[in-house]
């Protein structure tokens, strides 16, 4: 397996080109199967999970291939890449447990499939390592559409022999996927579905965007409600999936944590609403540009405390990266998970570069410190792996991520991208086949 190597004490300092954001890109990948046309994405980013998406599409019987095209929705005209799906005729209705314990957003072809197909089977995706993960709210509200569902040996088994039938559903709790698999299954219901209390997140908004693009009808988008009358069928599109608000968060961390001064391109501030005052109040300069932002920093960096929460409070998946930049902070901070229950897992690999966090339930104290210093590390999430890169960042002398394969799920050419900025660092190839727990240091 892959490990990065970083040379820490460099400030980081250029241009980075944030990609397509891969949360936004899964669900749009997925709504693919409600049509039988051509659907077209621009800026679907270069990832593992995007792959495993992509095997999984190819499976259940949707065309893929590559071409491109001249996008003119951005300030310039310019040759953009384009992956297109045709899902002309669905060949299985069954997602195999191979296939979908590699990457759970594999579920989200579960409303799809039930609303095109009327059927589907799907492995459960089970738990990972920051959390139980459960699917109840996808099938509850999927029920709540009409669908028959049995659990057996393993497999969520969906049926809607006659279809889908509008309702009123109200999320007992906010989630994502939750959303964006009933959204999509609805856009096919007959009549009218109310989903209350749903997602906001920008790749949900992108999601509901794109649906009504195919001709879906739905109102409300970007609020708590979602208003879908369904329609009997949907045609293709092509869409541009949104920057990575996540990707964009990191390398800002990235900016403040090293002192250095780095333009973001082809993102947007407005998708971080609480994130970049946070990072403000931490110490970075942050100017909005016509096609992205420039951080840099104030020469300091406070402690400052933040609680994840849903969409448009602090992301979940910033809070790793937010515990490895407070670990240098003049001062104390205190960072409070509500999303996930297990989102700690940095933490011990933090504190073996010298960080001082006490964590107690869902909350960790951190004291800042003057000097972090290079070891061995590893994480078992994406996130999680992101921030050993950036507590290296600023460690003194070699640090060592391993269990690369955790990022490349997540971040396109995180070592090249670094090491264009100024970075000392590399990827040392490892085996392919070298036993997952085995560490290293
Ligand atoms: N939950 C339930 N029942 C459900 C669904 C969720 O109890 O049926 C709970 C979860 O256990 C969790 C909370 O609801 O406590 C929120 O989970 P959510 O369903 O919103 O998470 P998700 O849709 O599985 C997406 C992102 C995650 C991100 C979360 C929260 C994708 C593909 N994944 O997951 O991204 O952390 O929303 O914002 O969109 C990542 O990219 O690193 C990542 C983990």
Redesign the pocket.
């Known amino acids: 397996m892959d490990k990065i190597r970083i040379i820490g004490g460099r400030p980081l300092k250029g241009q980075i080109y944030i990609g397509g954001a891969?949360?936004?890109a899964?669900?749009l990948m997925a709504a693919s199967l409600l049509t039988d046309e051509p659907v077209h994405f621009r800026n679907i980013p270069d990832l593992a999970?995007i792959t495993s998406m992509a095997i999984l599409l190819e499976h259940l019987g949707v065309d893929i291939g590559q071409g491109m095209d001249i996008d003119t929705t951005g300030q310039l005209s310019v040759p953009t890449p384009l992956m297109k799906f045709h899902a002309h005729h669905i060949k299985t209705t069954t997602a195999p447990y191979d296939l979908v314990r590699k990457?759970?957003?594999s579920?989200?072809v579960l409303g799809p499939l039930l609303a095109r197909m009327g059927q589907s089977v799907i492995s459960m995706p089970g738990g990972?390592a920051?959390?139980?993960?459960?699917?109840?709210?996808?099938?509850?509200a999927l029920e709540a559409l009409g669908a028959e569902i049995t659990l057996d040996e393993g497999y969520v088994h969906a049926r809607a022999p006659k279809g889908l039938k509008g309702t009123t559903f109200t999320f007992p709790?906010?989630?994502?996927?939750?959303?964006?698999n009933v959204l999509m299954a609805a856009c096919l219901a007959e009549g009218e579905t109310k989903l209350i209390n749903v997602?906001r997140?920008p790749?949900v908004i992108d999601l509901a965007n794109c649906l009504v693009s195919m001709g879906a009808k739905i109102n409300g988008i970007g609020t708590d409600t979602l208003v879908i009358e369904g329609v009997d069928r949907l045609s293709g599109t092509t869409h541009t999936v949104i920057p990575d608000r996540?990707e964009t968060g990191t390398y800002a961390i990235g900016a403040l944590m090293t002192h250095g001064d780095v333009t973001l391109l082809n993102t947007k501030l407005d998708m971080l609403p609480t994130f970049i005052p946070t990072l403000q109040d931490a110490g970075a300069i942050i100017e909005e540009l016509p096609n992205g932002l420039r951080v840099s920093s104030t020469g300091r960096i406070n402690g400052v405390d933040i609680m994840?929460e849903?969409?448009p409070g602090f992301?979940?998946?910033l809070q790793a990266q937010f515990m490895a930049l407070m670990c240098t902070a003049d001062g104390a901070s205190m960072i409070t998970e509500?999303?996930?229950?297990n989102?700690f897992m940095h933490v011990p690999e933090l504190q073996r570069l010298g960080a001082n966090i006490i964590v107690h339930n869902a909350s960790a104290m951190v004291r800042g410190t003057k000097k972090l210093s290079g070891a061995q590390v590893m994480a078992t999430?994406?996130?999680a792996s992101v921030s050993l890169i950036l507590a290296g960042l600023v460690s003194h002398g070699e640090t060592i991520v391993n269990r690369v394969y955790h990022l490349d799920?997540?971040y396109e050419q995180v070592e090249n991208k670094l090491a264009a900025c100024g970075i000392e660092i590399e990827r040392i190839k490892g085996e392919p086949h070298e036993p997952e727990d085995k560490r290293v240091a």
């Open positions: 891969k949360n936004a899964l669900p999970d990457m759970r957003a579920i989200l990972c920051i959390g139980t993960r459960p699917i109840d709210l996808h099938l509850r709790l906010i989630t994502v996927t939750g959303t964006e997602a997140e790749e996540i994840t849903p969409y992301p979940t998946d509500t999303i996930w229950e989102r999430d994406l996130r799920r997540g």
